[in-house]
């Protein structure tokens, strides 16, 4: 195994994928990103994305040197278009501008198009409750899970996630795909030819199945079962419907640097967290007391938080052959 800085871990991620082809400012805002999930624990979105994402650059699925375009499109509304690069950068100008707006107007939303792999949805939240926003996020993602009741899959798992400020602490932060689990789980399963848990997925022909490599090449069983789906067709109509982004089902993998781009989307709405009631900080923070004085409860994000202050005084714990991996790059 081997120990580095959160500073070396970005620089390792940075300087492989401006190697891949990469422009400098949209790799160091990817290593950002990636080097942010890892020190979250968080590793299905983390470095081992490093290799994939740097082999899809060279293919040209990815555009290595895309800028984001950020338009007005109304007073509160931006429309972005990732022009089939990265989502990071996409996402840190959304996350630059939607605070100015939302305390100008009370309210502000951002539509990205054209956009790859969001990552921890989580995070662009979280940055934009720190500028005193209540935020949500809603991201598509290539076809995984099939509608309640059918065996082709026409949604992803279509990660959401929801931030909310509390004074002098870090945010409420909720962050979830609408999967049972998130695919990254069981693509890390069939890399180590291990089983999954029965539950986690469907066979193309919509049996339970514990094999991993099935599973990949059937479909993923929703959270909450048929309110699973029918959430997830929610995030497809805002993420991509809304914004002019690819469907699920039009969608190519995040994973392989096979098909054209993916072309996904991802909306992010902000809201004034005191635009409605001056004193809504402190009513979020009453709210979190009375969550956390019961012994067990624990608010989301806690274990995440721990993670990461443990990172950045330890430096990130990684496996030789990742390391090897990307250094090879």
Request: neutral net charge; charged residues 20%.
């Amino acid at each position: 195994m081997a120990t580095l800085t959160l500073a070396e871990a970005e620089a390792l991620a940075a300087d492989a994928l401006i190697r891949c082809g990469t422009a400098a400012p949209a790799a160091r805002s990817v290593a950002r990103a990636l080097v942010g999930a890892e020190a979250d624990g968080l590793k299905g979105h983390g470095l081992s994305r490093v290799a994939p994402y740097g082999a899809q650059v060279r293919a040209g699925k990815v555009a290595g040197d895309a800028v984001p375009r950020v338009a007005r499109a109304r007073p509160g509304l931006l429309a972005i278009d990732a022009a089939h690069g990265f989502a990071y950068p996409a996402l840190d100008a959304a996350v630059a501008d939607l605070p100015g707006l939302a305390r100008q107007q009370g309210i502000a939303a951002a539509g990205i198009r054209r956009s790859h792999h969001c990552g921890a949805a989580g995070h662009p939240v979280e940055a934009l409750a720190a500028q005193g926003c209540v935020a949500l996020l809603f991201a598509n993602t290539p076809a995984a899970m099939a509608p309640w009741g059918g065996v082709r899959p026409v949604f992803g798992t279509n990660p959401l996630a929801f931030a909310c400020p509390l004074p002098g602490r870090a945010p409420i932060v909720v962050d979830l795909a609408l999967s049972k689990v998130a695919r990254a789980n069981i693509v890390g399963a069939a890399k180590r030819g291990e089983p999954i848990p029965e539950g986690w997925a469907l066979d193309a022909d919509g049996r339970p199945t514990t094999d991993a490599h099935a599973a990949l090449k059937g479909t993923m069983v929703p959270l909450g079962d048929a309110k699973g789906t029918a959430l997830a067709l929610m995030v497809e109509l805002l993420a991509a419907g809304l914004v002019g982004a690819r469907y699920a089902g039009e969608a190519s993998s995040f994973l392989d640097a096979e098909g054209d781009p993916p072309g996904t989307g991802q909306f992010l709405l902000a809201l004034d967290a005191a635009g409605l009631s001056p004193d809504a900080p402190d009513r979020f923070a009453a709210l979190a007391r009375m969550i956390e004085e019961q012994a067990g409860a624990r608010l989301p994000g806690s274990r995440r938080l721990a993670l990461r202050r443990r990172a950045a005084a330890e430096g990130l714990t990684l496996p030789d052959a990742l390391v090897t991996e990307i250094r090879a790059l």
